[in-house]
């Protein structure tokens, strides 16, 4: 069979009917229907459904809506206290029922998203073995990597357009996990799904396992994965190519996400594959234009410019260096020269400033200060670096607990009345300062923005919104953007497109902010989506033609047409 002809999944396909409406077209009933979760409906079947597909008597007599059903899973978590116990219920649902998790996870997005994402997620990465209930996703190995084309055929997905793809080596700020890394993928594309508009049947989780560097997880006999050193070298190049090809001719048109590479790994795997498949890392790219729009609304919202700001980034991981590419691309939009950014975004790693006399990895050379620049300074640690500097932003993404001091918060606010202060390393218990002892040390004068989530702040009688850099406010967006698009290649001018649409969504929206509500995800996805397309083709390296001529109204009604919704469809039950 072609692959044009091939239907949708192995167990359904999806067609219009004469009427215009969606239906689903089952290729499994009776037993096996109820065992896949993106067929079953539960006590959702109707009665007409229940005895066309085989399923008379195979559930309780009640036929429910789904509001019902959301209704009585809310109600059932609820009950739960332990965030890592709710992260394995939803998981569960998922795996049994899952438009349900989305019209569930949609209705309480805000409350859930620290459950299914960070900070509760990387609780489940580190305890993924113990956790594991049911194969979700593609896992290769160097076990079975030689026959990563096979493996991809028993993939029941038949048109994948949106890959997240690890190889678990630097998982948020816990490091090397191993095979728990799928975790990262899979709650990753729960956000595409529920907040970037693709539908769960075309996004595919995939652990690239290469061994782990942790004697710990090797010698734990409940441990999953494969129990030897990581690859390295043209062994791990050799590994990602057979991955990146077998990809290719399964899914043409899919685009992959590469999350928490190490910081060396992120930066050969995006030049060597960015051009190959589209693709991007969220970790580098992400990161930057998340951080680049909160930057610019923080900046609005003290009545100055990006360009007059002086940055410090605290951590030059493929975090840090995103955002320090980001911010410099920004103050390069407003007008500023690469001698006069040079000035004005200064890069810290673990030995202090960044300057071109040091030698250091590759990829952080463009992210050295000119040792010239610093000439009398007192020092290059973080405080000094802020009071010679003369920083007025202050963003931590070291992975370092506390190192937003009181003495480098107050001497960033002795530079500037609003220093703008942003400690965004995750989970919660690596952030860099927390948000009451920030605006405690400023008076409450300081913009405050983290990574994990945190409640408002009360100081001095006035609630300070905290708001959460959150790279879920852009990589669904960018990705759905990519995929309605067709792109040959995600370009950086589409990520930096991103960001600013993600800045313009806030100040239209929710003007006394620096991010929007983590409600409004979905609403911000689809702005970002309008700005990528837009931007892509611009770019030249959209394929998809029958976009090239919308204005931007239509192209917004197009996004948002093309946006899933978990919702159940009917079957069809005529034979």
């Not at 896949?36 to 809506?65: H, I, M, S, W």
């Not at 998790?101 to 993924?128: I, K």
């Not at 071109?356 to 952080?364: C, S, T, V, W």
């Not at 500037?416 to 202060?421: H, K």
Request: proline share 5%.
């Amino acid at each position: 069979m072609s692959r044009r002809t091939l239907p949708l999944t192995d167990h359904y396909d999806v067609r219009r009917g004469e009427d215009g409406h969606r239906r689903l077209h089952p290729l499994v009933r009776g037993f096996p229907l109820l065992r896949y979760p993106l067929l079953n409906k539960g006590t959702a079947f109707t009665e007409e459904e229940r005895v066309a597909l085989g399923l008379d008597g195979l559930l309780a007599p009640q036929v429910d809506t789904l509001e019902a059903l959301v209704e009585r899973q809310y109600a059932e978590y609820r009950l739960i206290a332990d965030p890592l116990d709710r992260h394995v219920f939803l998981r569960n649902l998922q795996d049994r029922n899952e438009v349900l998790f989305y019209a569930l996870l949609s209705a309480h997005v805000e409350e859930m998203l620290p459950v299914v994402y960070t900070p509760t997620v990387g609780l489940a990465v580190q305890r993924f073995s113990q956790i594991y209930r049911y194969p979700r996703g593609l896992t290769l190995s160097t076990r079975n990597i030689d026959r990563a084309a096979q493996a991809l055929a028993n993939v029941p997905l038949n048109d994948v357009r949106i890959i997240v793809a690890t190889d678990s080596s630097a998982i948020l700020g816990i490091g090397d996990q191993g095979f728990g890394g799928m975790a990262i993928s899979i709650g990753k594309l729960s956000l595409y799904t529920v907040a970037g508009g693709v539908g769960p049947d075309k996004t595919l989780p995939v652990e690239l396992d290469v061994g782990t560097g942790r004697a710990d997880l090797r010698e734990d006999p409940a441990y999953l994965g494969v129990k030897h050193d990581r690859l390295t070298g043209s062994e791990y190049l050799s590994f990602i190519d057979r991955f990146v090809e077998a990809t290719l001719e399964r899914y043409p048109k899919a685009i992959i996400q590469w999350e928490d590479f190490s910081k060396d790994a992120a930066f050969t795997i995006l030049h060597r594959y960015r051009r190959v498949v589209p693709s991007f890392n969220d970790d580098i790219q992400g990161t930057g234009a998340v951080v680049l729009a909160g930057v610019l609304n923080a900046c609005r919202l003290k009545g100055e410019a990006l360009k007059d700001q002086v940055v410090v980034v605290h951590g030059a991981g493929a975090g840090g260096a995103g955002v320090a590419a980001a911010i410099r691309e920004g103050m390069r939009r407003e007008g500023l020269s690469d001698e006069q950014i040079a000035a004005r975004v200064f890069v810290l790693d673990s030995r202090g400033l960044l300057t071109d006399d040091r030698a250091m990895e590759d990829y952080k050379k463009s992210l050295a200060t000119p040792r010239a620049l610093t000439d009398g300074w007192a020092g290059l640690d973080l405080e000094s670096v802020i009071r010679e500097g003369k920083a007025t932003v202050l963003l931590g993404l070291s992975g370092q607990a506390g190192i937003f001091s009181e003495a480098v918060v107050r001497a960033a606010h002795a530079n500037t009345p609003r220093p703008l202060v942003f400690p965004l390393s995750n989970p919660t218990a690596n952030t860099e300062a927390l948000p009451q002892d920030i605006l405690a040390w400023t008076d409450g004068q300081a913009i405050v923005a983290t990574g994990s989530p945190f409640d408002p702040v009360q100081h001095a009688g006035v609630t300070h919104e905290i708001g959460q850099g959150n790279n879920a406010f852009i990589f669904p967006g960018l990705g759905f953007g990519a995929v309605l698009a067709r792109v040959r290649e995600i370009t950086d001018e589409m990520v930096t497109a991103a960001a600013y649409a993600l800045a313009d969504y806030t100040a239209a929206h929710w003007p006394e902010r620096t991010y929007p509500p983590v409600a409004e995800l979905g609403a911000a996805s689809v702005q970002v989506a309008v700005a990528v397309i837009r931007q892509a083709l611009a770019d030249g390296v959209a394929t998809e033609f029958s976009i090239r001529d919308l204005g931007d109204a239509d192209l917004l009604a197009l996004v948002e047409r093309k946006f899933w919704q978990p919702k159940y469809l009917p079957f069809r039950t005529d034979g």
